[in-house]
């Protein structure tokens, strides 16, 4: 889109205008200032006024409110050039009086809810049509057609899947879906025949049955004594590398155990030949191996960047498990961070540094336990979900050299009396988005359907508490409204995936998982 609108500029600045009629002329001037704020382009949106030209701006009250449009122009410098806007914006029509033109664009923009009018003056100046006068109106936006209306349904479509963990797309039918407790599939969604993956590593961590007389107190709850569980063991997410389609590469995250069935998570990648995934190499373990079944982590995305971010628990039921620095919080200890590596496992030379002393390939730290990432359509930025203990679930934008706090800070409380040590110098980054009730968010993603036009951008958000699915409406680093949806028929839900072709899937978290695909309910 961005090399598009460049192209498009590059070509209304050159045309010739002694070629074009004064309506082609008028389009041209006009097609500029949209595109200028479509894409953030400044000089753009300027060169198609005459300077200094006043405008009138709706700001919902029965006052003038105005600025030069220069002063307008500027507020599209805010982003980086080329960065699209989600204002869908026409031309409704252009009448001609000699060298006086007047023209009237619509403009939609979700995020706010409104049909904008811009009211256009014109005037042929020295051989060139510039805009010289403009008001705004505005109104929401009217109802979409019947088919478009946001009535989000359900319609499940493969049902026998072991507590679904990640799904991800080799082409629009043919997926890859890792179960927890079960196996690596390779799902036909047309024909719904299911092939298991051979070639995967023999160390996944299962069930076992828990002992707390064996262990130190804390590692497993007294309540899951003589029970047998695998508790948040298993296999983890799937992901294709961006350039399979060359390379075959298929990267897993998984929960290793050893020879005492202690555990760790770890990355492994390899490539898949049919239906076998050959030439499996481990790329990160996250020692050390340690007793317990919880908060492994196991999130995987490539950044715009090409690089792959990883996400690895801290590995603690209960808080006080802590030594006097956190493990979160040391960063000689490779639980509770997000690491940054090439694919091929190697450490970038670009990471940040966090001292001679620090684990190779630290990107972040303070992560309590993180399972989804995804990338923000427009910015390019990396959002991931955070588990809290009771409350303190938080949606986080990843910035390097990071420090998201836990267990120092969280928004919601501790299950014990724990009393962390304060750290001398730390800085604390706050999340994007916390809830006041427990949600435990997971795998999410931004939509970008047609089904739904106006989720165009929102991050869904799936929860495994009480099973919650919510739609963020995002806007830019900030998310100004959230609903949640489903309310009446709630399951717990890992993983929200939008396939090539635009379609949003949910996977989950049952003994008898499903695959369900979130359709509009009145198209």
Sequence with gaps: MKIKAFIFLAVISISPCFAQTDHQQITKTLNQFIVGTQYNYPDSIAMAFHPGTRMFLYNGTDSAYYMTSEEYAALYGRRAPGTLNNRPSKIIGIEIVRDVAYAKLEIDIPSFGNRYHDLLLLKKILGQWKIVGKATSAGPIPKAPEEFTPNPAKEVVLTGL?????????????????????????????????????????????????DTTKFEKGIFPNSLHAKTL??????????????????????????????????????????????????????????????????????????????????????????????????????????????RINPDGSIPKDNPDFGPSAIKGLFAIGIRASQGLAIHPETGDIWFSEHGTNQGDELNILKPSANYGWPNVTTGSYRTDYQPKTIPGATFTDPVYSWDHTVAPTGLTFYSGAEFPLWKGNLIVPGLSKGSLWRMVVDGDKIISAEELFINSRVRLRKAVVSPAGQLYLLSDEEDGKLIRVFNGKR
């Design 162 to 210: 072991n507590k679904p963990w990640s799904m991800t797309f080799i082409s629009e039918k043919d997926v890859l879906i890792a179960e927890k407790d079960g196996s690596l599939l390779r799902v036909n969604l047309e024909t719904k025949q299911r092939k298991v993956i051979s070639g995967l590593p023999k160390d996944v961590a299962r069930a076992v049955e828990i």
């Design 230 to 339: 695998s508790a948040n063991a298993g296999w983890f997410q799937v992901l294709l590398d961006p350039s399979f389609d060359q390379n075959n590469y298929v990267y897993m995250s998984y929960a290793a155990e050893n020879k005492a069935r202690a555990s760790t998570t770890k990355f492994i990648r390899g490539k898949l030949i049919g239906n076998e995934l050959k030439e499996v190499e481990t790329l990160f373990v996250a020692e050390p191996y340690v007793h317990g079944l919880y908060h492994y982590g196991g999130g995987m995305i490539f950044g715009t960047d090409g690089k792959l971010y990883i996400t690895i628990g801290e590995r603690n039921f209960f808080e006080y498990m802590n030594p006097e620095i956190p493990v979160a919080q040391d960063v000689k200890d490779k639980r509770g961070k997000v690491i």
